[in-house]
C-alpha cells in the first residue's frame, strides 16, 4: 500500500473519534455550531491527509519545520505581553489552540530530518510551550520525545528527550490552571459521570487514533512522534482542564492530526 494509502486508516481513526465526539456534543445539548465547527474541521483534515503529494514538501523538510515552528509560537506574538496564557491563535469567531495544530506536524517533520533537527526542534517547543504556557503541550512534546526513545537511543533522541523532560518540569511550575469549559476539557470525565458507555466508546475511539498511525507507518520515528504527541495532549486533558483531542469541541487538534497525518504520508524517506 503506498504511504497515501496508509494515510486512510488513519484518517478513519480520526474520523471516528471525532464522530463519537460529535455524538458525544448532540446528547449533551452542545450548541449547534461545536458540531458544525469539528465536523468542518474533519472535512478539512481529511483534505490535508488524503490528497497525494508528488513531491516531498517544498523547500525540504527544513522549511516545513520552520513554519509549523512559527505557528506554534504565534500566540507569543499575537496575545500582549501581559496576559498570563498565550496558546490560541484567534480567527476571527474560531479560536485555535497552536499547540494542538502544530506541535503534532512539527515534531513528525523533525524526525523526518536527520542529525540534530530532532533535539533542535524539541528545545524550541519547550522553550515556547514554558512561554505560553501551557503545560498540556509541554506533556505532548514529552510524549513523543519519549515515544521516539523506545525505537532510538541514539545521542539526538537522548538528548531530546532530557530536554522535553525538563521543559515539562519547569512548564509544571508555570502552568495556569484555567476554568473548564464542558465539552471541550474534561471530556472523558463528564461522560463517565452522565453516561459510562458513551465514555468507553469515546476513549475506544481517542486510543485508536492514538495508535493507528503506527501500524500505518511501521513505527517510524515520526508516526512515533505523532502518536506520543497526540498521547500527551490526551493525557493532559485527564489531568488538568486541557482540551480533549478530537472527541472534545474544537477544530485544533483535528486540522493537527490531518497536517501530521500528510507530513506522515509525504515521500522522501523516514527514519
Aim: with cysteine; net charge positive.
Amino acid at each position: 500500500m503506498s504511504a497515501s494509502g496508509r494515510a486512510l486508516l488513519p484518517l478513519a481513526g480520526c474520523a471516528a473519534a471525532v464522530a463519537a465526539g460529535i455524538a458525544f456534543m448532540a446528547m449533551g445539548g452542545a450548541p449547534g455550531s461545536y458540531l458544525l465547527v469539528n465536523g468542518g474541521a474533519l472535512l478539512l483534515a481529511a483534505v490535508f491527509a488524503a490528497v497525494r503529494l508528488r513531491r516531498a514538501v517544498p523547500g525540504g523538510w527544513p522549511m516545513a519545520i520552520l513554519l509549523f515552528a512559527a505557528l506554534f509560537a504565534l500566540p507569543l506574538l499575537m496575545e500582549p505581553a501581559t496576559e498570563p496564557v498565550r496558546r490560541w491563535i484567534a480567527l476571527g469567531p474560531v479560536t485555535l489552540h497552536a499547540g494542538m495544530l502544530a506541535l503534532p506536524a512539527l515534531l513528525a517533520a523533525a524526525q523526518r530530518q536527520s542529525g540534530f533537527a530532532w533535539p533542535a526542534a524539541t528545545a524550541f517547543a519547550a522553550l515556547v510551550a514554558l512561554l505560553q504556557p501551557d503545560l498540556a503541550s509541554a506533556l505532548a512534546l514529552f510524549g513523543a520525545a519519549a515515544a521516539v526513545l523506545l525505537r532510538d537511543r541514539k545521542p539526538p533522541a537522548i538528548i531530546a528527550g532530557l530536554v522535553a523532560a525538563a521543559g515539562l518540569a519547569a512548564t509544571w511550575q508555570q502552568a495556569g490552571w484555567l476554568a473548564p469549559v464542558r465539552f471541550v476539557e474534561q471530556v472523558l470525565g463528564d461522560a463517565w459521570r452522565r453516561e459510562p458507555a458513551m465514555a468507553a466508546l469515546l476513549g475506544a475511539a481517542l486510543l485508536a487514533a492514538i495508535l493507528q498511525p503506527l501500524a500505518s507507518f511501521r513505527q517510524s520515528g515520526p508516526a512515533l512522534a505523532f502518536s506520543g504527541c497526540v498521547a500527551g495532549f490526551a493525557l493532559a486533558s485527564l489531568i488538568g482542564p486541557y482540551p480533549a483531542p478530537l472527541i472534545g469541541y474544537g477544530a485544533s487538534a483535528i486540522l493537527g492530526y490531518g497536517l501530521a497525518i500528510r507530513i506522515l504520508a509525504a515521500k522522501g524517506s523516514s527514519r
